[in-house]
């Protein structure tokens, strides 16, 4: 009988386990997945108390890009499923908090009159920024960081106080470290294809691009009515208890043998890694993952705060902000979870869930709760008039839990998959160091991977 063995229980790897079951016939094929955690879901976490639904890990994910649907409709949750609710989102920068000018994609404008309205920008750094329509196209053959593409094209001005904020905040990254063409590579193909990018997003705006932040913007994201722990609860409930194995760490994979931490071996005909990177090098010791040493990790942590809803008398219409790193704040990110999510909130009460951690921060996970909340109530006091103390909180600590892609990294990504394949041929690596970082990416990889290791098997039968 062939084996498959699975490494990581989080979405990635039951997203495998689901794929790999579909696809082999029990008598013919022995799968086992095995988590070094309690628990399945990895970073789901959905809480429910005193009527509020929490998210300690994602709250929801995009529609457009198809295997997140997919998935939620082949598990039988579309009627679940809750767009969220679309308004302003700001920008808090020099004591205000300032509208994302309408018709922004990403940060980048498309409507000239919104832009010049803006109160965000200064005079010098609007003409900057429209002088964007009149440059050559000038992208490089090679890869280049994003904050380098975009303060070439619009200027340092708005790169800081409106295209960073927005980008930096999905990677928790240095935006002049992370790569373009890893990140956005829509970016770089529309300004090759229209010169001007304002221009190019205005006129033939990509399907994978969407407008972000502002009034009109559709509901681009999707949870499901108890969480998104009910996402991967389905994925569980819908494999062989048999074949889950939590609270079981692999130690090492030598060759084709996976290694457990209670001393078993297992000989597996093909091996799924469904972790980041940081996993993988702590389990293979091979020259064709190195390049992975070059990819760093980020540290996060989210707070949700629930209130009354007269703890901020006059909080603006909107569904949240982001921070300009022009100050000194503990946040970077928040979120009016009774705004965007209404569902998850008692009516009377209001929920902000604010988003701590960014490139290169250190101590961030050390503070106590108490100590993080004391710093993110004196930020949202400053930032929307936030008053008392709150009815509770929950805070999520995520330790390495954002993988940098840096300048370079499809071409680091290229060269280990291609070493990897002619040095260990059975290994086939899902998670979010690779190909994308969201749920849709996450589901997408755990399915590639599945596929190929069921395809090896047919190859070597």
Not at 30 to 45: C, P, R, S, V
Not at 352 to 362: I, M, P
Request: net charge negative; charged share 25%.
């Amino acid at each position: 009988m062939k084996k498959i063995v699975i490494i990581g229980g989080g979405l990635t790897g039951l997203t495998a386990a689901y794929h790999v079951n579909k696809q082999v016939k029990e008598e013919a094929v022995d799968w086992q997945l095995f988590e070094a955690d309690d628990h399945f879901g990895g970073k789901f976490n959905t809480v429910h108390r005193d009527g509020f639904i929490i998210e300690k890990g994602p709250d929801s994910f995009l529609a457009r890009k198809p295997a997140g649907m997919a998935l939620v409709e082949e598990l039988g949750l579309s009627d679940q499923l809750i767009t969220n609710a679309t308004g302003k989102s700001y920008i808090y920068h020099e004591g205000a908090l300032h509208p994302i000018p309408e018709g922004s994609v990403m940060g980048i404008p498309t409507d000239i009159r919104a832009l010049l309205e803006s109160d965000l920008l200064t005079s010098d750094g609007k003409i900057r920024a429209l002088e964007e329509l009149m440059l050559e196209a000038s992208v490089t053959e090679e890869d280049q960081s994003i904050g380098d593409f975009f303060e070439f094209r619009f200027g340092k001005e708005m790169v800081v106080r409106l295209i960073e904020p927005l980008l930096a905040g999905i990677y928790a990254g240095n935006i002049y470290e992370m790569s373009l063409r890893a990140t956005f590579p829509q970016f770089e193909k529309t300004a090759k294809e229209h010169r001007s990018l304002m221009y190019g997003l205005k006129r033939h705006r990509p399907e994978t691009i969407s407008t972000t932040g502002t009034a009109k913007t559709m509901g681009a994201f999707r949870t499901l009515a108890g969480g998104l722990s009910t996402l991967t609860d389905a994925l569980v409930a819908a494999l062989p208890k048999e074949r889950l194995h939590a609270s079981t760490k692999v130690k090492a994979i030598e060759n084709t043998t996976v290694v457990l931490d209670n001393g078993e071996r297992i000989v597996a005909d093909a091996i799924v890694i469904a972790a980041t990177h940081d996993v993988v090098l702590s389990l293979l010791d091979a020259p064709a993952i190195k390049p992975l040493l070059a990819q760093p990790m980020t540290s996060l942590a989210t707070i949700s705060l629930a209130f009354d809803k007269e703890a901020v008398p006059e909080i603006p219409e909107g569904t949240g902000f982001l921070v300009a790193r022009t100050g000194e704040y503990t946040i970077t990110a928040c979120t009016w979870v009774h705004e965007k999510w209404p569902h998850m909130v008692p009516a009377g009460k209001i929920l902000l869930r604010g988003f701590l951690g960014k490139a290169g921060q250190v101590g961030l996970l050390e503070q106590s709760d108490e100590e993080m909340a004391k710093k993110v109530q004196a930020d949202l006091k400053e930032m929307i008039g936030l008053q008392g103390d709150p009815l509770f909180y929950e805070v999520s600590r995520m330790k390495a839990a954002m993988p940098q892609y840096t300048v370079g990294h499809q071409e680091r990504l290229e060269l280990v998959e291609k070493d990897l394949e002619q040095s260990h041929p059975t290994i086939f690596l899902a998670g979010m160091s690779y190909r994308g970082v969201g749920i849709p990416d996450c589901i997408q990889a755990g399915k590639d991977a599945a596929l190929g290791a069921c395809k090896l098997l047919e190859q070597v039968r």
